[in-house]
């Protein structure tokens, strides 16, 4: 055999060893981003569905939203907040249960899976609380009318990252007459914290 | 025949030496073909400019009042009012000047974005001695990240910015030069919204430079009504 022919055997002989690795390797990344990932299971938010009134039990807290409200603008006790949109305001009753806890993820979700947060200074009055200790507050969100039917309240107590988390999700129960409704209400205005006596 | 090669001669047999030459060196060692491979598609990025730095985008100059889309934003900016104090939390500072942008603001992302996230959105150019609001020179004319405001019955800080609403916003900042040209430019820079390639969080990042808007100023008080009345 010529030394070139030789050359070209083992060429070829390594070529394909190179080319079977690298179809594996590729035919590995296509399986696998095609098969749903452990985490994203597991760190997926646990979901309490609610209504409002009902007491919801999460692993660190209990939440019941009391009721809802819109209008057009919301007063604290140092400014006047008018929204390009409507100011959806919801009272809350928060016990923690096993730390100091505060309200740490407030939330709306609408039907096209737009996610709402506080936007104003004075948003979420639900402070640092201690266990055993149910406080009545509130948090006030803004939304365009549109978002308002079948919009959600979703509630935590670990901050804005839901992983692991789990969550109060209440209905908030609003439809387009709410929208209309909301031009003409008083300003909003969220409760200040209070404490309840324990039970 | 014998002798040297005529000079039409050399070029043709030099260059097949020289081909073979390669072809036996990359058959050599299945290395050597890597190597050719990154050799091949380096000439090839040749003709495109090669290694050099690629040509910025030239971002497109915008009058005041026109709506410029630079994602995650849809901004419109008409005017900017500037004065000593410019009322609401706009109090007399010395040594400093407050000016106020004043347009439309609007989101165009799925989940409420925090005001910080307009910082790298905004540069404000040719503002000289341009600060933040304590009088701290801006970097590269880098919005500050609390310099959101809207006009509501009294301006009032924007924490964040909901999807869908279109808020009549002022950016603030200030200038520690006693006067302000009667325009600057403010570019805008669009950012695009994909996986952070440290961690695994989505976020809005690559920022690319959409347009210059030349933003005509005016002066504002000493009396005003509110910061985006202007009164002689």
Same mark, same amino acid.
């Given at each position: 055999m010529s030394v070139a022919a030789e050359l070209a055997t083992r060429w070829a002989g390594r070529a394909g060893t190179i080319a079977f690795v690298l179809v594996a390797l590729a035919l590995g990344r296509v399986v696998g981003d095609q098969v749903p990932s452990p985490i994203d299971s597991y760190a997926r938010p646990h979901e309490v569905v609610a209504s409002q009134g009902r007491p919801v039990q999460l692993r660190a807290a209990t939440i019941t939203v009391d009721g809802v409200t819109v209008s057009r603008s919301f007063q604290?006790?140092?400014?006047?907040?008018?929204?390009?949109?409507?100011?959806?305001?919801?009272?809350?009753?928060?016990?923690?249960t096993l730390e100091d806890s505060a309200l740490g993820h407030v939330e709306i979700v609408d039907r096209q899976g737009r996610s709402f947060t506080v936007t104003r200074t004075g948003g979420n009055t639900c402070p640092l609380t201690a266990p055993g200790l149910p406080t009545r507050c509130s948090v006030v969100l803004e939304l365009p009318p549109d978002a308002l039917p079948g919009a959600t309240l979703r509630l935590g107590t670990d901050g804005t990252d839901t992983a692991y988390q789990d969550l109060a999700v209440v209905d908030l129960g609003l439809d387009a007459q709410d929208a209309q409704l909301a031009a003409d209400a008083e300003p909003l205005e969220p409760r200040e914290p209070l404490l309840e006596e324990g039970g | 025949m014998e002798g040297n090669? /005529?000079?039409g001669e050399v070029r043709p047999s030099a260059l097949r030496r020289l081909l073979e030459a390669s072809v036996t060196w990359v058959l050599a060692r299945p290395r050597n073909a890597g190597y050719a491979v990154v050799v091949a598609a380096l000439l090839l990025t040749v003709p495109f400019g090669g290694l050099a730095a690629a040509p910025e985008d030239e971002p497109e100059a915008v009058t005041a009042g026109t709506t410029v889309r630079a994602a995650? =934003?849809? #901004?419109? #900016?008409? $005017?900017?009012? =500037?004065g000593p104090e410019l009322g609401?939390?706009? %109090?007399?500072?010395? /040594?400093?000047?407050?000016? %106020?942008? %004043?347009?439309? #603001? $609007?989101?165009?992302? /799925?989940?409420? #974005?925090s005001a910080s996230e307009l910082g790298s959105s905004v540069r404000i150019r040719d503002l000289p001695g341009a600060a933040d609001a304590f009088g701290t020179p801006l970097e590269d004319g880098l919005l500050p990240w609390d310099s959101l405001w809207t006009l509501e019955p009294a301006t009032v800080s924007l924490r964040a910015v909901a999807p869908g609403l279109t808020y009549d916003v002022g950016l603030h900042l200030t200038t520690t030069e006693q006067t302000v040209p009667a325009e600057i430019q403010v570019e805008l820079y669009s950012k695009t919204y994909r996986e952070s390639s440290l961690e695994d969080t989505m976020l809005w990042t690559d920022e690319r430079r959409t347009a210059v808007v030349t933003v005509p100023t005016r002066r504002s008080g000493p009396v005003y009504l509110s910061s985006w009345e202007v009164l002689p």
């Amino acid at each position: 055999m010529s030394v070139a022919a030789e050359l070209a055997t083992r060429w070829a002989g390594r070529a394909g060893t190179i080319a079977f690795v690298l179809v594996a390797l590729a035919l590995g990344r296509v399986v696998g981003d095609q098969v749903p990932s452990p985490i994203d299971s597991y760190a997926r938010p646990h979901e309490v569905v609610a209504s409002q009134g009902r007491p919801v039990q999460l692993r660190a807290a209990t939440i019941t939203v009391d009721g809802v409200t819109v209008s057009r603008s919301f007063q604290t006790s140092s400014s006047l907040y008018e929204s390009p949109g409507i100011f959806v305001l919801a009272d809350v009753t928060f016990t923690p249960t096993l730390e100091d806890s505060a309200l740490g993820h407030v939330e709306i979700v609408d039907r096209q899976g737009r996610s709402f947060t506080v936007t104003r200074t004075g948003g979420n009055t639900c402070p640092l609380t201690a266990p055993g200790l149910p406080t009545r507050c509130s948090v006030v969100l803004e939304l365009p009318p549109d978002a308002l039917p079948g919009a959600t309240l979703r509630l935590g107590t670990d901050g804005t990252d839901t992983a692991y988390q789990d969550l109060a999700v209440v209905d908030l129960g609003l439809d387009a007459q709410d929208a209309q409704l909301a031009a003409d209400a008083e300003p909003l205005e969220p409760r200040e914290p209070l404490l309840e006596e324990g039970g | 025949m014998e002798g040297n090669p /005529g000079p039409g001669e050399v070029r043709p047999s030099a260059l097949r030496r020289l081909l073979e030459a390669s072809v036996t060196w990359v058959l050599a060692r299945p290395r050597n073909a890597g190597y050719a491979v990154v050799v091949a598609a380096l000439l090839l990025t040749v003709p495109f400019g090669g290694l050099a730095a690629a040509p910025e985008d030239e971002p497109e100059a915008v009058t005041a009042g026109t709506t410029v889309r630079a994602a995650p =934003w849809e #901004l419109t #900016l008409e $005017r900017a009012v =500037w004065g000593p104090e410019l009322g609401g939390d706009f %109090l007399e500072q010395e /040594g400093v000047q407050h000016v %106020l942008v %004043l347009g439309t #603001l $609007r989101s165009t992302a /799925g989940t409420t #974005l925090s005001a910080s996230e307009l910082g790298s959105s905004v540069r404000i150019r040719d503002l000289p001695g341009a600060a933040d609001a304590f009088g701290t020179p801006l970097e590269d004319g880098l919005l500050p990240w609390d310099s959101l405001w809207t006009l509501e019955p009294a301006t009032v800080s924007l924490r964040a910015v909901a999807p869908g609403l279109t808020y009549d916003v002022g950016l603030h900042l200030t200038t520690t030069e006693q006067t302000v040209p009667a325009e600057i430019q403010v570019e805008l820079y669009s950012k695009t919204y994909r996986e952070s390639s440290l961690e695994d969080t989505m976020l809005w990042t690559d920022e690319r430079r959409t347009a210059v808007v030349t933003v005509p100023t005016r002066r504002s008080g000493p009396v005003y009504l509110s910061s985006w009345e202007v009164l002689p």
